[in-house]
């Protein structure tokens, strides 16, 4: 693989995780308009406690949903924010690394996708795994889930 083919590769990770945190931010956002349409509209009965519960209820899940908007768009600017466009010779942010099984794509944290049938971690910069690979190259072992693997090839 050519430098050109694994910059596109990495600006295609970049598009498919940009795709989907834009899919949550939708969905958050929905789900709060709900949450706020469902409180606007109860209506207050002769059961007084009912109607409260009601409507904490749905204050509760309208805050929820604005802290998962909130991560998901702080997730949106973190990843805008990698370069995908340079070929790096260690682990570090907007690095991907290719292992046995596994490719590991630093740059927020989505956690395991499928990618035109290959699964990628995408791992924050920040997360546990990430600091491990702080550093390491082409050829480096580490432990990952009680497994010993080596980075096969990064870029």
Not at 58 to 75: N, S
Not at 103 to 118: A, D, E, H, P, Y
């Amino acid at each position: 693989m050519d430098s050109a083919e694994k910059i596109e590769e990495k600006s295609r990770l970049k598009e498919f995780g940009l795709a989907l945190i834009a899919r949550r931010i939708r969905t958050a956002q929905q789900s709060i308009d709900d949450a706020q349409e469902a409180a606007n509209q109860e209506e207050k009965s002769s059961a007084g406690d009912k109607y409260e519960t009601s409507r904490a209820m749905g204050h509760l899940q309208k805050d929820m949903f604005a802290r998962q908007l909130e991560e998901h768009t702080r997730d949106m600017s973190s990843l805008h924010a990698v370069k995908t466009d340079t070929l790096y010779s260690s682990a570090t942010a907007g690095a991907l690394l290719k292992c046995h099984d596994l490719c590991l794509f630093i740059s927020t944290g989505l956690g395991r996708q499928v990618v035109n049938g290959k699964t990628i971690l995408f791992l924050s910069p920040g997360a546990p795994l990430a600091q491990q690979l702080r550093n390491k190259r082409k050829g480096d072992g580490f432990l990952f889930n009680g497994q010993q693997l080596s980075i096969l090839d990064l870029y």
